[in-house]
């Protein structure tokens, strides 16, 4: 069985990783950003998409450095602004399926404005966000999703702002597809994210990630171990969380999919826009 | 391209030449934000790419609006975007990502009075060095200047073709008298255009090395969906598009990127000149101030004085020879422009022992040829 397992990883490896990329990445060693690469290499996999029609886009931050190592079409932009590039690659060429992956400061508070607009536009997008609740790469400073009371860089006697939610706020700004899974559920984040690559329209994952060497190190949590168990006990699933009073949820957060309904895509209604045009050209 | 040639007559605002120069070049992508005096760009595209199987899509924000293009343009549209001076202003870092990742895209700024929101409905020509060095780090930037609906027109297809051939954004600047003035201009029949398109790599796949150096430094660009993966990146990179600190590669790619333009510079340096063959001084004007310009030295002729006039087209890179020659032929030469002196001081640097002379209103007024004619009897 292990055997088969690696065998499995070696595959998945040789096939999606960069061959010519020298090898180690930038990232700290146990950071959740590695499981969640792991994680869209198999929903990628297991959805059977050719490469060549696969776009990953990124910010800035940790997890702006992730498309680098995948052998897709990919692109590292500026700070808060992949998903304004995704648009234009999406639109210019609508057969590619465009996938973005995000931080939690790079997609809400940077590029916050990008994010709910394109959830409005409902563009068939994938919206990949790493929630590890701190700026990472810069040193610790406190992000939109960093909790109340908690310590930073920059909150160091005590945060004094509410954090959002993201994937509510995903939801509220009209994504097709909500979903939300932690680096702890694994195999529950792989079918989370196929299923959001899958889904016409608008695709928000927000995924509950680690950061012990910037979050964890300043909030009793030092190491990827403690963090992964305070996921495994703070999550709770969309269906039980239905049942249960709103004191019980405090601190807690909801895994699984929070929305998935059918609306027409940006693209295909503008293909409509495009035979209105020329039938009224046509008509003069 | 010859004006005069058979075509369609119309009567056309400035800004809706430009829209039908970006067709005519093969534009295909407009992403932008409503901004005075630019917005007739954005609802002209909103009308016309449709019709003809592009894309219109209006953005959050000018951030988004530059973003947009640039990804387009990477798989493989011809993109515009247009604005004004604070929508410039924001445009500035995604700019700098189009420099360094040598994306070619059309960006208009349809300069007003400012800074900040200034004077909306106002001409100015305060953006010169803005649209020079207005993103951070040492980049080169194609800039040229219109003055005419026809120069909105042609420019605009010059514009996209230096972008394709040389993997460079350019910048056109307007000003609101150009993109709001109505002229008659003939369209020329569509098969009489250049159309330049971006060079596609011809090796296999796991042979292209997008950054590669060639003897023109321009590398082949394939488009995201070509069969090419490749990685682009805001960060310095090497020939494979990767990050890199080396710096060896650090310093070939960014002298590569100055070459590139170096290489093309006469190609890319565009100027009009009228009577300075035997002219004494002269004016070097560029934009609607060189419409004015072109008047009073006409009235100077009259009065017998041997004015000519240089009227700059591109201002960058600033087309230093053709300067250099009128400053050497003349013994006077004055620069009007809408803002305190910007390219004044261009003219300055390649100075070699003319007077020069400066004309500068900051009003929101059209400098007037009879400003620029009474300067002229004074020289």
């Not at chain 1, 397992?5 to 070696?10: I, L, N």
């Not at chain 1, 690559?197 to 403690?226: A, L, W």
């Not at chain 2, 063959?277 to 017998?304: F, N, Q």
Request: aromatic share 6%; charged share 20%; proline share 5%.
């Amino acid at each position: 069985m292990e055997e088969k397992m690696m065998a499995e990883s070696a595959r998945l490896r040789h096939e999606y990783l960069r061959h010519d990329k020298k090898f180690p990445h930038v990232w700290c060693p146990g950071c959740g950003i590695g499981i969640v690469l792991g994680s869209l290499i198999r929903a990628i996999d297991s959805l059977g998409l050719d490469k060549d029609e696969l776009v990953l886009a990124s910010g800035i931050g940790c997890s702006g450095r992730l498309p680098v190592y995948v052998d897709f079409n990919t692109i590292h932009t500026t700070h808060g602004r992949a998903l304004t590039f995704a648009t234009g690659i999406k639109l210019a060429n609508p057969s590619l399926t465009v996938m973005t992956v995000m931080g939690d400061g790079d997609a809400t508070a940077i590029g916050g404005n990008h994010f709910i607009h394109a959830a409005r536009r409902n563009l068939n997008l994938t919206a990949i966000i790493i929630n590890n609740q701190i700026y990472g790469m810069t040193g610790g400073q406190y992000s939109p999703t960093t909790p109340y009371g908690s310590n930073s860089a920059t909150s160091v006697y005590g945060h004094i702002e509410h954090a959002f939610s993201i994937a509510e706020l995903a939801v509220t700004a009209g994504a097709s597809y909500v979903a939300r899974g932690t680096v702890y559920h694994v195999p529950a984040l792989d079918k989370l994210i196929a299923r959001g690559i899958e889904k016409e329209g608008f695709s928000v994952i927000e995924i509950m990630s680690n950061c012990h060497t910037q979050y964890g190190r300043r909030n009793k949590m030092p190491d990827p171990v403690t963090m992964m168990k305070w996921f495994r006990d703070q999550a709770v699933s969309v269906s039980r969380a239905a049942k249960m009073e709103a004191a019980e949820l405090e601190g807690k957060f909801t895994i699984g999919i929070l929305a998935d309904r059918d609306k027409p895509s940006y693209t295909s209604e503008y293909q409509h826009i495009r035979e209105q045009a020329l039938h009224q050209e046509k008509k003069k | 391209m010859d004006s005069k040639q058979s075509g369609t007559i119309s009567l056309l605002q400035g800004n809706e030449a430009i829209v039908k120069g970006a067709l005519a070049a093969g534009c295909r992508f407009f992403a932008g934000y409503p901004i005075t005096p630019a917005s007739e760009i954005a609802e002209l595209m909103s009308i016309n790419l449709p019709k003809v199987g592009g894309t219109f899509i209006q953005m959050e924000d000018e951030i988004a609006g530059i973003g947009a293009i640039i990804g387009a343009s990477l798989a493989g549209v011809k993109s515009l975007t247009a604005t004004s001076g604070p929508g410039f202003s924001l445009m500035q870092e995604n700019l700098g990502f189009a420099c360094i990742t040598e994306t070619p895209c059309v960006i208009v700024n349809v300069m007003r009075g400012g800074p900040s929101t200034g004077l909306p409905t106002s001409p100015g020509q305060g953006d010169v060095m803005q649209a020079r060095w207005g993103t951070h780090g040492i980049h080169p930037i194609v800039v040229l200047s219109v003055s005419s609906v026809l120069d909105s027109f042609e420019i605009t297809i010059h514009a996209f073709n230096i972008s394709e051939k040389y993997r460079i954004p350019v910048i056109i600047l307007s000003d609101e008298v150009v993109a709001h003035t109505r002229e008659s201009i003939t369209i020329p029949d569509q098969t009489g255009f250049e159309e330049v398109n971006r060079i596609k790599p011809s090796v296999p796949p796991e042979w292209y090395h997008p950054y590669e150096d060639n003897s023109r430094g321009v590398p082949p660009m394939a488009s995201f969906g070509d069969g090419y993966r490749h990685h682009v990146t805001g960060l310095v990179h090497d020939v494979h598009g990767y990050p890199t600190q080396r710096v060896d590669e650090i310093d070939a790619f960014q002298r590569r990127q100055f070459r590139k333009i170096t290489n093309g510079f006469y190609e890319i340096q565009m100027t009009k000149s009228t009577m300075l063959d035997d002219a004494e001084i002269a004016v070097i004007a560029y934009g609607s101030v060189s419409r004015s310009a072109l008047r009073a030295i006409k009235m100077a002729r009259e009065r017998g004085i041997k004015a000519g006039l240089l009227h700059l087209i591109t201002l960058f890179p600033f087309p230093r020879q053709t300067a250099e020659q009128v400053l050497r032929q003349c013994r006077a030469v004055l620069v009007p422009e809408m803002n305190l002196g910007q390219i004044s001081r261009e003219v300055k640097r390649v100075n070699l022992s003319s007077k020069i002379e400066k004309i500068n209103r900051i009003d929101g007024q059209l400098i007037t040829p009879e400003e620029i004619f009474k300067k002229l009897l004074e020289m």
